[in-house]
């Protein structure tokens, strides 16, 4: 069963001469994950916030597609639908967020995140 | 370094440069900018991957709709330029530092045993938007995710609109 999915690790060493590992791919979503969770940590602006999900998002998005197109022509179908769907949930996300983040200022006045405490005793 | 190559670190640094704009720059317009880039840079990566139906949707969709309205958010939000917490950067850098190097030694501990071909392997021309196509309709794969995703939209659209619409003081 394992063995089955395993395919020949020989040949797949041998054809390792392709220019661009998969790891490459890892590095940079690796890199632009941690820039978003920094963006979000540091930022005190909601909207900057939200724009460090939306790094976040991306991040997974291209981890994904990039194990996909490696992985050969019907995973990288599902890793393009798989992709799609995570698009079209960052849209939404970034259309209901942004209202909410507008409707906040409205109520106190101020983007921080901090700021709406009213249920603080 | 071959043309693939050199692609790739082109646009590997356009999307860590437009993240780290999105990260210090002071001045929100430049943000959403940066964030443009860096999603401009991951839909050619999408490209380079092979998976250009799902660059155009990235273009479309983010660049095209997302950030615009990241846009009028900002318009219609005050201007904030408070300071960025520093320190906290400071720390988290150092966090993620070591958090990359152990994800990389790992990494490079794994090389050559990846369970994975050592290249992608694109589809034929267009036949990978033909097989989308069918995949999202197909009754037994992903139609019901497909509809759900529609709804999803289309609720989260009108719940925008009304959450962010003008509040008009009820008379009387």
């Given at each position: 069963?394992i063995?089955?999915?395993?395919?020949?690790?020989?040949?797949?060493?041998?054809?390792s001469?392709?220019?661009?590992?998969?790891?490459?791919?890892?590095?940079?979503?690796?890199?632009?994950?941690?820039?978003?969770?920094?963006?979000i940590?540091s930022?005190?602006?909601?909207?900057?916030?939200?724009?460090?999900?939306?790094?976040?998002l991306?991040?997974?998005?291209?981890?994904?597609?990039?194990?996909?197109a490696?992985?050969?022509?019907?995973?990288?179908?599902e890793?393009t639908?798989?992709?799609?769907?995570?698009?079209?949930?960052?849209a939404?996300?970034?259309?209901?967020?942004l209202?909410i983040?507008?409707?906040?200022?409205?109520?106190?006045?101020?983007?921080?995140?901090?700021?709406?405490?009213?249920?603080?005793? | 370094?071959?043309?693939?190559?050199?692609?790739?670190?082109?646009?590997?640094?356009?999307?860590?440069?437009?993240?780290?704009i999105?990260?210090?720059?002071?001045?929100v317009?430049y943000?959403i900018?940066?964030?443009?880039?860096?999603?401009?840079?991951?839909?050619?990566?999408?490209?380079?991957?092979?998976?250009d139906?799902?660059?155009?949707?990235?273009?479309?969709?983010?660049?095209?709709?997302?950030?615009?309205l990241?846009?009028?958010?900002?318009?219609?939000?005050p201007?904030?330029?408070?300071?960025?917490?520093?320190?906290?950067?400071?720390?988290c850098?150092?966090?993620g530092a070591?958090?990359?190097?152990?994800?990389?030694?790992?990494?490079?501990?794994?090389?050559g045993r990846?369970?994975?071909?050592?290249?992608?392997?694109?589809?034929?021309?267009?036949?990978?938007?033909?097989?989308?196509?069918?995949?999202f309709?197909?009754?037994?794969?992903?139609?019901?995710?497909?509809?759900?995703?529609?709804?999803?939209?289309?609720?989260?659209?009108?719940?925008?609109?009304?959450?962010?619409?003008?509040?008009?003081?009820?008379e009387?």
């Open positions: 069963m063995a089955s999915l395993l395919p020949d690790l020989a040949q797949a060493t041998a054809a001469a392709h220019p661009i590992p998969v790891t490459w791919y890892l590095t940079l979503s690796l890199v632009l994950f941690l820039v978003g969770v920094l963006t940590v930022r005190r602006n909601l909207i900057y916030v939200l724009m460090g999900v939306e790094l976040i991306n991040a997974a998005s291209l981890n994904f597609v990039a194990f996909a490696y992985r050969g022509p019907q995973a990288l179908l890793g639908i798989v992709g799609t769907f995570v698009v079209v949930l960052a939404s996300e970034a259309a209901i967020a209202a983040v507008l409707n906040v200022f409205g109520a106190f006045g101020s983007v921080r995140p901090e700021d709406p405490n009213l249920m603080r005793e | 370094m071959n043309a693939m190559t050199l692609t790739f670190l082109v646009l590997a640094t356009a999307t860590i440069a437009g993240s780290l999105v990260l210090w720059s002071g001045y317009v943000s900018f940066g964030l443009m880039l860096s999603l401009l840079g991951v839909a050619g990566l999408y490209v380079l991957l092979g998976s139906f799902l660059a155009v949707t990235q273009i479309v969709v983010y660049v095209g709709g997302v950030l615009v990241y846009l009028f958010g900002i318009m219609l939000s201007p904030d330029r408070r300071e960025r917490n520093v320190t906290l950067i400071g720390a850098s150092v966090l070591v958090a990359a190097l152990y994800l990389l030694g790992s990494a490079r501990a794994m090389e990846w369970v994975l071909p050592a290249e992608p392997t694109a589809a034929p021309e267009g036949e990978l938007i033909r097989q989308v196509g069918r995949a309709l197909d009754r037994e794969r992903y139609l019901l995710a497909f509809e759900l995703a529609s709804v999803l939209l289309l609720v989260a659209l009108i719940g925008a609109v009304y959450i962010a619409r003008r509040r008009v003081e009820a009387e």
